[in-house]
């Protein structure tokens, strides 16, 4: 079992709708959750970071995270064709100094 | 202030040679990740480095690969006797403290090609 999964899709909306992308961890250490967005043939960029469980908003992205379930997700409102690119949903675990990622799943808005 | 920043941003090496990637973290920071991408897949932890030291190679493969942060200079992975499996993308990320936080800025990355 890998440590973090993702469906790699590809996972297509419509403009102006909510793209919801999926992550699930393994390790019951795992105490970070981070979502990055990699443009193709770009580096990846942090978007959002959660550690408790709940929500969390940042403009128009929501992280949730459910540690009794182990899952993470991030929504995305009112998507955009800008918002077309590989999300990476990484773990990582308290005193292992490592970020361990996901395979990450392709998304595209459609205009 | 400029990002991280890594060099080549491509390289070409035939079977057998060396390649040696290069990053510079950004300024401030002092410790240094190496990741490895293959195409349509995430990313694959491969060693984090402090200033001359080496934090953790668990990801290292233990043969042909090896990873250095000097005290002066930038870090380097370098990869011995390249094979094709060896194509990808390496990227190198840098942090201001220890990635609990997860705070890693990454570079473009070196894309390696092995013919």
């Known amino acids: 079992q890998k440590e973090v999964e993702q469906n790699s899709g590809p996972l297509s909306v419509p403009e102006g709708a909510i793209a919801s992308l999926n992550c699930t961890y393994s390790?019951?250490?795992?105490?970070?959750f981070f979502w990055y967005r990699q443009y193709s043939g770009k580096s990846p960029e942090l978007i959002m970071f959660?550690?408790?469980?709940g929500d969390k908003e940042d403009g128009r992205f929501t992280a949730q995270l459910n540690k009794a379930s182990q899952y993470v997700s991030l929504l995305i409102r009112d998507s955009q064709p800008s918002d077309s690119a590989t999300y990476l949903c990484?773990?990582?675990?308290?005193?292992?100094?490592?970020?361990?990622f996901g395979q990450g799943t392709r998304l595209t808005i459609n205009p | 202030n400029a990002g991280v920043m890594q060099n080549p941003r491509h390289l070409v090496r035939r079977r057998g040679q060396e390649a040696r990637l290069r990053c510079s973290p950004m300024?401030?920071?002092?410790?240094v990740y190496w990741y490895r991408q293959l195409p349509e897949e995430g990313l694959k932890f491969m060693v984090y480095?402090?200033?001359?030291?080496?934090?953790?190679e668990s990801g290292m493969p233990k043969e042909r690969f090896s990873a250095e942060f000097p005290k002066e200079g930038p870090s380097i992975l370098r990869i011995q006797q390249v094979v094709r499996g060896d194509s990808a993308a390496y990227f190198c990320?840098?942090?201001?403290?220890?990635?609990?936080?997860?705070?890693?800025?990454f570079g473009e990355g070196s894309r390696l090609t092995v013919l």
């Open positions: 390790d019951r250490g795992s105490q970070s």
């Open positions: 990320a840098s942090s201001r403290t220890g990635s609990d936080t997860g705070e890693l800025f």
């Open positions: 300024k401030g920071h002092s410790h």
């Open positions: 959660i550690y408790s469980n």
């Open positions: 480095l402090q200033k001359e030291n080496i934090i953790d």
């Open positions: 990484a773990a990582s675990i308290q005193g292992a100094q490592k970020l361990v």
